[in-house]
Every structure is written in C-alpha cells, then in structure tokens.
C-alpha cells in the first residue's frame, strides 16, 4: 500500500535555529501534499497545501515565511521551521493520497510525525 | 468554511462496554473519512462512507453515514484493550478540494 515516509521523527534544538522536516512518498508520486499540525490531545490542523513545482496554499493564519515548504519533486516535499521558538514545539505531521492529488478521495496516508521541541 | 465537530471529546469504558463517537458537519459532505491515531503515532485510516444512509462493518467496528450526508458516527461493540487511541472523522466537502478533520474523540478502556 501507499507509504509516507518522514523524516526526522524528534527534533531537539536551541531557540532561533531553523528546523527541515521532510516527507516523502515511497511508493507513488503525489503532485500535492499536506502538512498538519498537532497539539498535545488535539486535532490535526491543516497547516499547507504543499504543491509540486509551485508555491504552496498556506492556511489562514500560517505565517508563509515561518514555515516555508519546498515540493520540489513528485516525492519530497519539505517544511522549514525558521528561526523556531518554544510555542513552534509541536508535532508536525505530513500527509498524501494515493492518487497523489489534492482533490482524489482516496484515503490519507500520513507520516510518523516529528515531534519538534524549542528550548 | 465548513467545520467540523465531533462529540465526545474524551470516553472512559470498562472493557467490554460499547463506545459510540459522533461526527457533525456544517455543511453537506461528498464522503467522510475515519481515522485511528494511536498514542504517539500517526492517524491510520480506517474507512470512507460515500453514500448516503451508508453503513460499513470492519469486524466491531460499525461506521454509519447519515442520510443528510452531514453527520457519521462510528460504533465499536465490547471494546478492548486495543481499542484505546484517538477516533478522527474527516469530511470532505462537495467541490472535493477540502478535508476537514473533527477534533477527535480519545477512547481510554479500563482493563
């Protein structure tokens, strides 16, 4: 079956440094991919539409140049956390169709998640 | 925009009593979507109900998609251990570009 793949699972790092997390299909090609954020016991909030070889669709609220995302081939789409602080600790999780397209109704296929943590 | 709700936020059940989650949205949806995210893990999907009235068995598990399209509820029957984790429903709306996830009902079962 499909299979997200993401990468690192558990970040630790000093305020100020700029977090890459990356998220890959593994076995198709997804021209968009999403990424969410999770608070502790909370839901999966839609941060981005991850669009590859354009600019990403960024959720109302979502500072584009805080969480800059790179799709820049059909299976890696990246997310950079700049200049991260305590209150960007959280988990952030990837995730893509089957069918590798925004708008299928195929089922979502998340990542592992990675689990940032600002000092 | 199109939200969402689901209800009970939190379940305690003793095992073996049944569990009930139920998902509402704001507006009609195209299908519905069910996940299962375990504690420290990521959702897992479950199922997706496209018809209205809909009904889907996955062994003790029953998914029902109501008539209207705009609520869902999943049913689980003598729960176990393994049940526990967190039951996300997601809706997809008509022009199919949006899915909108519930803010899950976390199932604790008492051993």
């Known amino acids: 079956g499909a299979v997200v793949s993401q990468h690192p699972s558990w970040v630790i790092c000093k305020s100020g440094t700029s977090v890459k997390i990356e998220c890959r299909s593994l076995?198709?090609?997804?021209?968009?991919m999403f990424w969410y954020r999770q608070f502790p016991k909370q839901s999966l909030m839609l941060m981005a539409t991850?669009?590859?070889?354009?600019?990403?669709?960024?959720e109302q609220g979502v500072e584009k140049d805080k969480f800059l995302i790179n799709h820049a081939s059909l299976t890696l789409s990246t997310l950079t956390v700049t200049s991260a602080h305590p209150e960007d600790s959280s988990f952030y999780i990837c995730?893509?169709?089957?069918?590798?397209?925004?708008?299928?109704?195929?089922?979502?296929?998340f990542g592992d998640g990675t689990r940032l943590s600002i000092l | 925009g199109q939200q969402v709700m689901q209800i009970p936020q939190y379940q305690h059940v003793q095992e073996g009593e049944d569990f009930t989650t139920y998902c509402n949205s704001s507006?009609?949806?195209?299908?519905i979507q069910w996940y299962k995210q375990r504690p420290g893990g990521h959702p897992v999907f479950l199922i997706q109900?496209?018809?209205?009235?809909e009904v889907k068995k996955q062994k003790r598990l029953t998914f029902q998609f109501g008539e209207a399209k705009k609520n869902s509820s999943l049913h689980i029957t003598a729960t176990q251990t393994t049940d526990v984790g967190t039951y996300f429903c997601?809706?997809?709306?008509?022009?199919?570009?949006?899915?909108?996830f519930g803010g899950g009902t976390r199932l604790m079962v008492k051993p």
């Open positions: 997601a809706g997809r709306n008509n022009a199919g570009n949006m899915l909108t």
């Open positions: 995730s893509a169709n089957s069918a590798g397209t925004g708008f299928s109704n195929q089922p979502q296929h």
């Open positions: 991850s669009n590859e070889g354009s600019k990403a669709t960024y």
């Open positions: 076995d198709f090609q997804a021209t968009t």
């Open positions: 109900l496209v018809k209205s009235g």
């Open positions: 507006t009609t949806l195209s299908n």
